[in-house]
């Protein structure tokens, strides 16, 4: 069964996937208010007061239940509408369970480069995806909350990986914390990586 867009509250996050020509961003937006079954009005959290213009850009949007499986709706309409948008869809949403996809396990160290100050600089990356990475603490020293955006990079097996993600899912353990992440931009290394890596772990298995 689908997600409606009307059970959404005023005020709830949303995030934008924006995707044109083989380049590929993310917006965050807030819904406002609601203009019917499947449209609503959304202010985007951007630094500018330009408008934007979406007729050109293939357009996704993501909505986070509490940081559990997002809800997605694709192929959504844009417009300007006074000094916000009016966001229509076509329909109901989509669980997109991102945890379908192929991860490899990683447990090695990377650099982490975020605003929170007092943090470690170095994070354990636990495994990756083609859409995802998550990192443990086994310290319980990592401040982060479901939303935060942070930049994570390492080397391995020739590979250079730089990762921005968006926390979507936290999971408490008694001996660990483990935070799941969105990948937001584009790595060139990524899926090489995946594919080295699983070979790599799946030789060893057989040792």
């Known amino acids: 069964m689908g997600s409606k867009l009307s059970n959404l509250e005023v005020g709830s996050p949303l995030s934008l996937r924006i995707s044109a020509n083989g380049k590929n961003m993310r917006l965050d937006a807030l819904l406002e208010k609601h203009m019917g079954e499947n449209s609503i009005i959304i202010s985007l959290q951007v630094d500018t007061d330009k408008k934007l213009n979406f007729g050109n850009v293939k357009t996704d949007?993501?909505?986070?239940?509490?940081?559990n499986v997002p809800v997605i709706w694709y192929d959504v309409?844009?417009?300007?509408?006074?000094?916000?948008?009016?966001?229509?869809?076509?329909?109901?949403?989509?669980r997109h369970n991102r945890r379908n996809n192929f991860r490899v396990g990683v447990s090695m160290p990377a650099k982490l480069n975020t605003m929170f100050p007092n943090c470690p600089r170095q994070v354990t990356i636990r495994d990756v995806s083609v859409s995802g990475f998550s990192i443990s603490d086994r310290k319980h020293e990592l401040p982060f909350v479901v939303g935060n955006t942070i930049s994570v990079s390492w080397e391995d097996l020739g590979h250079e990986l730089n990762l921005t993600g968006r926390l979507i899912r936290i999971e408490n353990?008694?001996?660990v914390t483990i935070f799941g992440f969105e990948i937001c931009n584009i790595c060139?290394?990524?899926s090489s990586y995946i594919n080295t890596k699983q070979r790599k772990n799946r030789g060893s298995n057989t040792k």
């Open 188 to 190: 060139k290394d990524l």
């Open 173 to 175: 353990r008694p001996d």
């Open 77 to 94: 309409q844009i417009m300007s509408y006074e000094s916000n948008y009016l966001l229509q869809v076509g329909g109901d949403g989509a």
């Open 61 to 67: 949007m993501e909505y986070y239940p509490d940081g």
